[in-house]
């Protein structure tokens, strides 16, 4: 046997390419440090173990704007009203002239002294849909580095990811819709959105 041929021949021979390995399970985090992160880092794994594409899809699929309302690290699962402008870099997609939303306080706002009680209406409602739900905010939003906000005030209803379909808060956003013109504030839009924590600062202020 000619080795040297052989050798070559094996040499020359296509190799199956490797696997890309995957990370471990303690690189990925717990589902719970995942969302208490939501803030700091993209997504990378959903609380119901999806991967970010599949997540995506879920509420794409539905909501085209889930990403480009609030951008990546607040999805929408359903916003009322008209369309909010949207950006570059929306998506999953990583863009270096993405724009960042900002939630912004509020101040003096004809709703600040019957916020309490609109408050206590949509939290009792959604306890009784069984919405298992993170905050429920007043905002204005803007886009960073932006002094006008382009929404004076929206209702923010945070709920644990991957806990509510696109119907579910469809229908409790009209819920959300009524409470709200019932107290003299039909003007006024509400959004669902995926949301591990309360954004930690006052909304609505004297």
Known sequence: MDLKAAFMAACLAPRKPTPPSLPSSSSLGSSTSNQTSLFSAGLSLSSDGLSEVAHATRLTEKYPNAYSDFGNKMPCIFKSGPLWPAFKGSGLEADADAVVREPRPVYGHKITPAWR???????????????????????????EGEVRSFCELIVIVGVEPSSLSYDDA???????????????????????????????????SG
């Open 117 to 143: 009680t609109i408050n206590s209406e949509i939290t009792e409602m959604l306890q009784s849909r069984n919405v298992t739900w993170t905050a429920v905010h007043a905002f204005a939003y803007g886009n």
């Open 170 to 204: 469809f229908a409790a956003a009209k819920v959300v819709k009524e409470i709200l013109t019932k107290a003299g504030f039909p003007e006024i839009e509400t959004a669902f959105v995926e949301l591990a924590a309360p954004i930690p600062f006052v909304a609505l």
